[in-house]
T-cell receptor, first 115, second 112 residues
Framework: EAGVTQSPTHLIKTRGQQATLRCSPISGHTSVYWYQQALGLGLQFLLWYDEGEERNRGNFPPRFSGRQFPNYSSELNVNALELEDSALYLC??????????????FGPGTRLTVL | DQQVKQNSPSLSVQEGRISILNCDYTNSMFDYFLWYKKYPAEGPTFLISISSIKDKNEDGRFTVFLNKSAKHLSLHIVPSQPGDSAVYFCAGTTSGTYKYIFGTGTRLKVLA
């Protein structure tokens, strides 16, 4: 069974540009989560999508946005990039929401560097 | 506001000995806690979890202890093996939010 996949592996942008990161969940999983891991920090929760809807959002500005497609894959968009957006962005997926606790399976991440 | 804290950035242990990784939390609403392991260039992988109604959960060489009154959990690895060398993250979550709050991680090095 294929795991969570993310593309690209690395992304280099300059300040002010927009970045688009992509994630494909494990087959059968309907929930997708995005996390940011900046240097020296833990994984910071960004967004949760389930069945195409944004269900929960972390403490990030509106320039961090995303969407989930009908095939449950997801995109994370970061507009007006700032230097401090440089981080590893991790995507995770889990089986359909509805139970109290669903294990999240992580992809390998996209390393975003903002120059 | 750091709701989950891992105060030891790194830990070195001899092969065969016990590794103890600690985690403190402040959010009383957490009702599940998880440990993830992360190797370089890979995403975190789930290791073990514990519900807040329990104080211990065991899975092979891995045991997680939860002390709710102290808002403290720990992961014990016995015996430690070189392949356990990785960064370990603890996380708390509240049922229904599907939002994990992670600590900053502890880098474990098991020396052969």
């Amino acid at each position: 069974e294929a795991g969570v996949t993310q593309s690209p592996t690395h992304l280099i942008k300059t300040r002010g540009q927009q970045a688009t990161l992509r994630c494909s969940p494990i087959s059968g999983h309907t929930s997708v989560y995005w996390y940011q891991q900046a240097l020296g920090l833990g994984l910071q929760f960004l967004l949760w999508y389930d069945e195409g809807e944004e269900r929960n959002r972390g403490n990030f500005p509106p320039r961090f946005s995303g969407r989930q497609f009908p095939n449950y894959s997801s995109e994370l968009n970061v507009n007006a990039l700032e230097l401090e957006d440089s981080a590893l962005y991790l995507c995770a997926s889990s089986s359909p929401a509805g139970t109290t606790f669903n294990e999240q399976f992580f992809g390998p991440g996209t390393r975003l560097t903002v120059l | 506001d750091q709701q989950v804290k891992q105060n030891s950035p790194s830990l070195s242990v001899q092969e065969g000995r016990i590794s103890i990784l600690n985690c403190d939390y402040t959010n009383s609403m957490f009702d599940y806690f998880l440990w993830y392991k992360k190797y370089p260039a890979e995403g975190p992988t789930f290791l073990i979890s514990i519900s807040s109604i329990k104080d211990k959960n065991e899975d092979g060489r891995f045991t997680v202890f939860l002390n709710k009154s102290a808002k403290h959990l720990s992961l014990h690895i016995v015996p430690s093996q070189p392949g356990d060398s990785a960064v370990y993250f603890c996380a708390g979550t509240t049922s229904g939010t599907y939002k994990y709050i992670f600590g900053t991680g502890t880098r474990l090095k098991v020396l052969a």
